[in-house]
C-alpha cells in the first residue's frame, strides 16, 4: 500500500485523505464492510446519500457543506464502480443489518431503487452481500460502521466514518485483522447470496 507507516487519523473529506482513500480501495485486493445503521457508502445511489448524509449531520438540503459531502461519496462510488467492472475486480465483503435496509430513508421510491441496485451489485462473483437478519438479535456487528481495506501483501487500513469527522487509520494491522475477523464472521452467520437477493426483493415489496 502507499499509505504510509504511521498511524493516521484524520477527516476524510480533506482532499488529501480523501485521496488516499481512493488509493486504498483502488489498490485492495479484499475490502470488508459492516453496515448496522445505514447502507454501504461505496454502494449507495445520489438520492439515499444526499437522505442519510442530511439525516446524520443536520446539514440542510440547500447547505453546500451537504452537495460538497454528497459529491465526495459519488466520486468514491463512481471509483469503486469502476474497480468492480475492471479487469481485477476486488473481493467485496459487505454486512448489512435488516434495520438499515428497512428504514425508509428519503421514502419508499429512493428505497427501491438502492435496494435494486443492491441486488445487481450482489450478483458479481466477487461480492458477498449479508444481510443480518432481525432473528439474529443482538450482535457484534452493532458497535458502529467499520471498513478494512487489505492489500494483496496482507496489510490493511481501518475507516471508520462518522457525523463529526471520519478516521482512516493505516498502521494498527492488528486491530485491522481483527475488524476483518468481525465481518467474515458476520457474513458466515448471515443470509447471504440467493436467500440474500430474496430478502432483498421482499423487504422492498413492504416498503
Known amino acids: 500500500m502507499s499509505a504510509g507507516d504511521s498511524a493516521m487519523v484524520h477527516d476524510t473529506r480533506g482532499p488529501e485523505a480523501f485521496t488516499q482513500l481512493v488509493e486504498l480501495e483502488q489498490e485492495a ?4 464492510l459492516n453496515q448496522p445503521l445505514h447502507l454501504p457508502g461505496l454502494l449507495q445511489r445520489r ?3 444526499a437522505e442519510i448524509i442530511s439525516g ?10 451537504l452537495t460538497e459531502r454528497v459529491n465526495l461519496r459519488m466520486r468514491r462510488a463512481a471509483t ?3 474497480r468492480l467492472d475492471g479487469p481485477n475486480p476486488p473481493r467485496l465483503v459487505a454486512v448489512i443489518d435488516e434495520a438499515a435496509l428497512r428504514r425508509k430513508v ?3 421510491e429512493v428505497m427501491r431503487a438502492q435496494i435494486a441496485h443492491l441486488i445487481e451489485v450482489s450478483r458479481r462473483d466477487t461480492v458477498q452481500l449479508a444481510i443480518v437478519p432481525f432473528s439474529a438479535g443482538g450482535h457484534p456487528g452493532q458497535t458502529g460502521s467499520l471498513e478494512v481495506h ?3 501483501d496482507g496489510r490493511a487500513a481501518l475507516f471508520f466514518e462518522g457525523a463529526a469527522g471520519d478516521e482512516l487509520i493505516v498502521s494498527d494491522q492488528r486491530r485491522a485483522q481483527a475488524h476483518r475477523d468481525l465481518v ?13 437477493r430474496q430478502l432483498l ?3 422492498s415489496d413492504e416498503l
Open 47 to 49: 438520492d439515499y446519500a
Open 106 to 108: 428519503g421514502g419508499a
Open 150 to 152: 487489505e492489500a494483496a
Open 201 to 203: 426483493e421482499k423487504i
Open 56 to 65: 446524520i449531520t443536520g446539514l440542510a438540503e440547500d447547505d453546500p457543506e
Open 29 to 32: 485486493a479484499q475490502i470488508f
Open 80 to 82: 469503486f464502480a469502476q
Open 184 to 196: 467474515e464472521g458476520l457474513a458466515a452467520s448471515s443470509v447471504t447470496g440467493s436467500e440474500a
